[in-house]
């Protein structure tokens, strides 16, 4: 019964996703405007979430401080949903035309020697992902977790990997590793996401105790895989940066402590120089240490 109502929701919402989708990005901006208007006053998106973060994240910020990086938030998250939905159809040109990349990946690649790139949901990581398969001289594999709705994965699976790159699921990605550990691959993680707080690494993060997801240090290490920090800039609207930069060279000689200390610290200012475009919508402070 699950399965079949999963079918229907999947086949119901097909057609507005395809509508969206194909329209050309000036006109989806136009109705990103409207659409902003409606998550942040009408709807009110998560609101109370949104503005509980961003003051707890900018004590030293006043209410007007708050309220401006708020409205500029809620009109990147709507881009980012019409930006998500465009990147289901979006060509290589037009990719192309939004984005560039600081420096070419296989300047850190080493012989016989894959590489892991941590990265955030800051910007467009959908369109950074595709950007990466398009221009990477080696194959890439993202890192994802399953949705429950089969359909909706699939579907998911089939666009993201349109351009070459290989999705593998979080529970599968120590098992992928070992078997193609003899292949020069590069493997991107998304560093920032909520994970189970008992299994956490907990650091200071925006003034506030924060667990973190441990996995991409955990196998860096135990494959010995150099560590790139990934990170974004919005020029403008619809148009990005993107630049890597080596984190962590050795992995075995250093701690999984540090590894993830030094992401946190170059996240945390990044953030900074552009708050309005990381997801406070999320309930990034819903575990407390405290509570374990």
Partial sequence: ???????????????F?????ILPLPLLYLKSYFFSFVLQYIIGYRKKVVYTNLKNAFPEKNEKEIKRIARKYYLHL??????????????????????????PFVEYMKPN?????????????????LYMSIHSPY???VVYKKISNRFFDDFLIKKRSRFGSVLVEMNHIAKYMLTHKNEKIFYVFLCDQTPLPKNAHWELFFNQETPFLRGAAVLAQKMNFSLLYGSTEKNKRG??????????????STDEKNILH?????????????????????????HKKSSL
């Avoid at 079918?7 to 057609?15: E, Q």
């Avoid at 949903?81 to 037009?94: C, P, W």
């Avoid at 030094?262 to 819903?286: A, C, M, Y």
């Fill in 113 to 129: 020697k894959s590489l892991i790139v941590m990265l955030s949901h800051l910007g467009n990581w959908e369109w950074a992902n």
């Fill in 262 to 286: 030094t992401f946190i610290e170059n996240l945390e200012s990044d953030i900074r120089k552009q708050p309005e475009i990381w997801l406070w919508s999320h309930k990034r402070w819903k």
């Fill in 78 to 103: 709507s881009d980012l949903i019409f930006e998500t939905l465009k990147s289901f159809f979006i060509s290589k040109k037009q990719l192309n035309a939004h984005c560039n990349y600081d420096k």
């Fill in 239 to 252: 148009h990005y940066s993107f630049y890597t930069k080596m984190m962590v060279d050795l992995p075995n």
């Fill in 17 to 21: 996703i395809y509508a969206i989708g």
């Fill in 1 to 15: 019964m699950h399965n079949k109502l999963d079918r229907i929701f999947f086949y119901i919402l097909l057609p």
């Fill in 139 to 141: 194959k890439v594999v």
